[in-house]
């Protein structure tokens, strides 16, 4: 019969989470420094949270970032929390038994205007 390859398993749940180089505190200095609020946005006031969603993959890339919820009537804001995750460095992999396997991450990211 046909011979299917199986794709790698995205898990949800891991032994080791994905982790941000140097970690969450790093991360959030990451996110302030390379987010640029949307000069739209500032104008019209407009603040709140995107959440997103991204697969860490085994070797630490991410790939399929996602808006759950985006920042209500600032897709500005959805489009540029997505530009800022897929700029940032490789990450260390999800482990399970040892090994570096996929997995999902859910970061929100606040839009609040200083």
Do not use: H
């Amino acid at each position: 019969g046909p011979t299917e390859t199986a794709q790698p398993e995205i898990f949800t749940i891991v032994e080791e989470p994905a982790e941000f180089p140097g970690g969450i505190a790093e991360m959030q200095k990451f996110i302030q420094k390379n987010l640029q609020y949307p000069s739209m946005a500032r104008e019209a006031g407009l603040s709140g949270k995107c959440f997103l969603k991204f697969v860490v993959n085994e070797g630490g890339s991410i790939s399929n970032v996602e808006i759950l919820k985006g920042v209500p009537g600032c897709q500005d804001c959805d489009k540029e929390a997505i530009r800022v995750v897929k700029s940032m460095p490789a990450w260390k992999a999800a482990k399970m038994t040892g090994k570096s396997v996929k997995c999902y991450f859910n970061l929100p990211i606040s839009f609040r205007i200083q």
